[in-house]
Structures are given as C-alpha cells and as structure tokens.
C-alpha cells in the first residue's frame, strides 16, 4: 500500500514579501506534512491564449502544477518544475506522462488574465462543413466506391 501521497494543495500569488528561496515546512502534525516551495513565474503567452481562455471559462479555474520526484534523497520527497494557466500546455504535459495536478486559482490570478485573453484570445471562425464531404474526396481520388 503508499504509504504518503504528494499533491499540491495552494498556490498563492506573492509580492514583495522576501519568501526564502529553498522549500520550507509550514505544517507538521501527525495526518499533513505541508511544505511552501519558492516563488515560480506564471508567464502568458500569445500563442496559449486560447488555453487561457479555457481555463477562465471553466467552472473552477486551476493553476496547473507540474512535479516530479526528488531523484536524491533530499527533504522533500517531490519537487514543483512548473505552474501553468493554461489548458493546452498542461495537457500536452500529461500526455508526454508528467504528473500535472489543477490547483484553485486565486482570483488575483484570475484578475491578472483577463485582460490578456482579452486582447489575445481569438476565436476561431466557425466553418460550415458540407454534409458527405470526406466520402467525396475519396470518390475523387479514386479510393471509394459508388453504392
């Protein structure tokens, strides 16, 4: 059976406030062992503002927090690599096997992207697709046969 499981539990937008650098325990007691990491970025990006969008859009917003285990035998166990706002780029970290777990975005956060999805966010035009239109290119090509 696991005896401990790793998950993230808050993330929390900071300021000026001179966190220290290396991970400290913030919570010890005998069912929690919670731990505060050091600062990392959350970036937008033009080409990930549909991901955004999504994400605002949702029923309850994430930052997406990607880990992994500590490879030495270091306190503590696992280690966060990056935070992300963005549907897409967490998918794309799931499917190349990265343990990516949603975390409730705070609504500074929330704040801080909405202006950028707004500027950046473009949806794509719907496009009317016309009924049997695979079936005839195949017919024009040759490859498929006429009941």
């Not at 970025?41 to 991901?51: I, K, M, N, R, V």
């Not at 970290?93 to 929330?110: F, K």
């Not at 704040?111 to 500027?119: A, C, I, K, L, S």
Request: hydrophobic share 35%.
């Amino acid at each position: 059976w696991v005896s401990e499981a790793w998950r993230p539990f808050a993330v929390m937008p900071c300021g000026g406030d001179g966190a220290s650098e290396e991970p400290a325990q913030i919570d010890d007691d005998a069912d929690h062992h919670r731990w505060r990491f050091p600062r990392y970025s959350l970036e937008l990006h033009p080409t990930e503002a549909e991901g955004y969008f999504l994400n605002l859009t949702s029923p309850a917003p994430c930052v997406f927090v990607m880990w992994r285990l500590s490879e030495d035998d270091a306190s503590p166990a696992v280690r966060p690599i990056l935070a992300t706002l963005s549907y897409n780029e967490a998918g794309r970290l799931m499917d190349g096997g990265e343990r990516v777990d949603p975390v409730a975005m705070p609504a500074a956060i929330a704040d801080w992207m909405r202006p950028f999805v707004g500027e950046h966010y473009k949806p794509q035009p719907r496009t009317k697709v016309k009924r049997n239109a695979l079936a005839e290119g195949e017919f024009a090509r040759g490859r498929g046969t006429r009941r």
